[in-house]
């Protein structure tokens, strides 16, 4: 699985370097007071307690499918009558026989050209049927891939969206992973608990279309200079940019919905990207003048049968951000797969975040840490109660900036089973991960 996970990955990031030098007692007493009562329960018994075949697939491409190969090989080491098939297994001529289980490990690219529905609402991959699949965009590709119809209602008073289900168990590919504009709405929702921790949740506008777009940037302009659009079903800062009032409106929507079709073509297998969802530009706290935000995980306690949260690491912009006159991905966006910039600074960009030398570059300290986290617990307890009906939840992550005016952490994104560089972390709690996703699947960790 590892070997297959590196095929045609970016470079190896760094985030495995900053484990070492996380304040053991700070993640210890950040997990201990994040702790969230959460009821679950795990694909096994969602497929009345029978099954044979998981699909585990990752964005081709992507250098953290190697923590989704650290959660598999955890799975398959607890659980070693399953056969393990990768895209080694998958390039030569495979068959299968109908009384051993299979873990099919490997790139969506190489899945969904054979991937259907077959005539009881089960996913099959070569003829079989496909019990459980793991991935937080699960529904986004399969949707984009004209094997799984969605239905979204923009209204602000009604939003929300609808799919056609299926039989196969899904874990974290709910409706709150896939659609940002729901997850802007459910930190807005949260905001009376989450006010009393320093967190203040963003206001945001829904596009359903790309006639409404100019209408709804402008109505966003009449309260800020700058908004960021993020397009649907997406991760790693694909598609997500920035519109300025003081330049051509028409101009930057051409640009953009131009070049994020192409990416998402080339990227996701289809090029629809609406809804869009915006929200105002926050500048954030900095680090060595460029702007920084942190990354919290969290995941489930089969132990105890809730939610904890864990401080990952701090991740800073490419170039320095000097003046709010030219806002670009190599400024104000953070993610590490984005194209490298020509001007980008040399040096660290990931930093431990359960540090107290690095909280400080920041502008928090530890007892805000410890809020975030517990905020962090609060946001996906409520989201699983609210929006997990139809998905099972493993772990995930949230992403904050820290204000630069108000200080106040800003929760920008929720991250699913597909977000990686899981090696931030104290290197002791590694394993969690493992653990929450062997529950979701078979409810044994």
Excluded at 104 to 132: M, Q, T, W
Aim: with cysteine.
């Amino acid at each position: 699985m590892f070997r297959a996970a590196q095929k045609g990955a970016v470079d190896p990031s760094l985030e495995e370097e900053v484990g070492q030098y996380q304040s053991l007692s700070l993640t210890k007493e950040c997990l201990e007071e994040s702790f969230y009562p959460t009821k679950t329960t795990s694909a096994l018994k969602s497929q009345n307690g029978e099954f044979s075949t998981i699909l585990w697939p990752y964005p081709l491409g992507t250098g953290d499918a190697i923590d989704r190969a650290n959660c598999a090989d955890y799975f398959c080491n607890k659980n070693q009558s399953y056969r393990v098939l990768t895209t080694d297994s998958l390039d030569s001529s495979v068959s299968f026989t109908d009384d051993e289980k299979i873990l099919l490990f490997a790139p969506f690219e190489y899945i969904l050209p054979k991937l259907l529905v077959d005539n009881k609402g089960y996913l099959s991959y070569l003829g079989r049927k496909i019990n459980v699949m793991l991935n937080e965009l699960s529904r986004g590709y399969l949707w984009r891939n004209n094997i799984l119809k969605l239905e979204i209602n923009s209204d602000p008073a009604t939003l929300d969206l609808q799919y056609n289900d299926l039989l196969t168990t899904f874990i974290n590919s709910s409706k709150l992973t896939l659609f940002k504009g729901l997850q802007m709405k459910h930190f807005q929702k949260m905001q009376r608990v989450i006010d009393d921790l320093n967190i203040q949740s963003l206001n945001f506008r829904v596009v359903s279309n790309e006639k409404s777009l100019p209408r709804q940037v402008k109505a966003m302009f009449e309260s800020y200079n700058h908004v960021v659009v993020r397009p649907f079903s997406a991760s790693q800062g694909v598609g997500v940019s920035f519109f300025q009032k003081a330049k051509s409106l028409e101009i930057q929507i051409t640009k953009y919905l131009k070049e994020t079709k192409q990416r998402f073509s080339k990227k996701y297998g289809g090029r629809n990207i609406f809804p869009l969802t915006l929200s105002p530009f926050i500048e954030g706290t900095k680090i060595h003048d460029c702007i920084a935000d942190i990354r919290i995980f969290v995941f489930y306690d089969p132990n105890k049968r809730g939610l904890r949260s864990i401080p990952a690491m701090i991740r800073r912009a490419q170039v320095p951000f000097k003046h709010s006159s030219q806002i670009d991905y190599s400024n104000a966006l953070t993610n590490l797969n984005a194209p490298r910039a020509r001007n980008a600074i040399h040096g660290q960009r990931v930093y431990p975040l359960a540090n107290d030398n690095v909280l400080e570059l920041i502008g928090l300290n530890r007892q805000r840490l410890i809020e975030a986290c517990i905020g962090t617990s609060m946001i996906w307890g409520q989201a699983i109660k609210d929006e997990f009906s139809q998905a099972i939840f493993s772990y995930g992550s949230i992403d904050f900036l820290v204000s630069k005016e108000s200080r106040k952490l800003i929760p920008i994104e929720m991250n699913g089973n597909n977000v990686g560089s899981h090696p931030a972390v104290h290197p002791i709690f590694l394993s969690k991960f493992g653990e929450a996703a062997a529950y979701a699947i078979n409810g044994r960790s």
